[in-house]
């Protein structure tokens, strides 16, 4: 009579990693960081002009200032009155003028506009400005023709003139 001996020990050790786990959680993971980025951003819409200026490294927390097509300012994503711009931007900053202001202006906006906004930042002792566009296509020609004097062709933010 032909017979096996058992230990009753079915269980046989296995040298293999379900790796169905970890794939899951990285597929959540990665589902948390797509829909949690876009809420990060300045949500301000606005119509850059393109440049091709050389990108410059951006800090972790930004401060934008943004003239938007109908000539209403913006610190962040907050409407702000041109009177009080000072008390705002030093609400926002600490009072800290040597932080860096990222002034956004929408294409449509007038060259003289422009300047008035920064001379408001320049008389609320804001001199450290920088300019901020959308980066032109490679090979591609800046949406204006470059402006000459101290204005820099603006960049994905350019460092400010001195």
């Known amino acids: 009579m032909a017979g096996r001996l058992d230990d009753g020990d079915d269980l046989t050790e296995n040298g293999e990693i379900n790796v169905t786990p970890f794939i899951d ?3 959540v993971l990665l589902i948390i960081f797509m829909v949690a980025a876009p809420l990060s951003t300045v949500d301000v ?6 440049s091709n200026a050389q990108p410059q490294q951006r800090p972790d927390k930004p401060l934008y200032l943004t003239v938007q097509g109908d000539l209403t300012l913006s610190v962040g ?3 702000v009155v041109r009177d009080i711009l000072q008390v705002e931007l ?4 600490g009072s800290n003028r040597e932080e860096r202001i990222f002034l956004r202006a ?10 008035e906004v920064m001379n408001l930042l320049r008389s609320a002792g804001y001199l450290k ?3 901020v566009a959308a980066e032109a296509a490679p090979g591609g020609a800046p949406a204006a023709p470059a402006p000459t004097g101290d ?6 933010p350019v460092a400010p003139a001195p």
């Not at 030093?90 to 900053?93: A, K, Q, S």
């Not at 929408?106 to 300047?115: F, I, N, Q, S």
């Not at 204005?151 to 994905?156: G, K, V």
């Open 90 to 93: 030093d609400r926002f900053t």
């Open 25 to 27: 959680v990285m597929l």
């Open 129 to 131: 400005v920088a300019l």
């Open 77 to 79: 994503e907050q409407t």
């Open 45 to 50: 819409q606005v119509d850059l002009p393109a």
């Open 151 to 156: 204005a820099l062709p603006a960049a994905e």
């Open 106 to 115: 929408d294409k449509e906006v007038p060259y003289g506009e422009l300047m």
